[in-house]
């Protein structure tokens, strides 16, 4: 059995973060051992048995800091149960139909052999931080479009594999 987990995420504003902790409570709650941590401050992945990456979505492109983390700890995540999320969409099409990877993430899943990858709805309120995030909300285009329900069902399934390994 594996059993100590890092979710690592890329984020902007913290809805991806808030992504990662919902991943990391279900699999607490099957008896795992998980932490969430932004994966900028990441510095020693070899303490884990398996890891998830998250990343937001950006102009067709993943959160720097979840792009630097695949980079920087790839020799070690090749050696690993990986799965990856993306979060984004700022309407309901990630509940509506299943979205691919962007090119990035793919050509990553497919060099570490990443066991899964799905796009959850993204989450934009006020506040955001950026000029695009501020032209995104001032055209009425925000909101949360998290499905948590989803995001603890696929967290579900990766305890289950996680656990018959």
């Given amino acids: 059995m594996t059993d100590t987990v890092l ?4 984020t902007t504003n913290g809805a991806t973060a808030e992504i990662a902790e919902a991943v990391v409570d279900v699999l607490r709650k099957d008896g795992l051992t998980a932490e969430a941590l932004p994966a900028r401050s990441v510095t020693d992945v070899a303490r884990y048995d398996a890891v998830v990456v998250g990343g937001g979505l950006y102009a067709g492109r993943w959160h720097k800091d979840a792009r ?25 099409s990630a509940s509506e139909r299943d979205i ?48 948590f329900g989803v995001i603890e069902a696929w967290a579900q399934d990766i305890a289950v594999a996680l656990k018959s390994a």
């Fill in 7 to 10: 979710v690592t995420y890329g």
């Fill in 68 to 92: 630097r983390f695949v980079r920087r700890h790839r020799a070690v995540l090749a050696e690993r149960p990986v799965w990856f999320f993306s979060s984004g969409p700022l309407d309901a």
């Fill in 100 to 147: 691919p990877p962007v090119r990035g993430v793919r050509r990553a899943m497919i060099r570490l052999d990443v066991r899964d990858h799905v796009t959850f709805g993204g989450c934009l309120e006020e506040g955001a931080k950026g000029r695009i995030a501020g032209m995104i909300l001032r055209s009425g285009k925000g909101g949360d479009f998290r499905d």
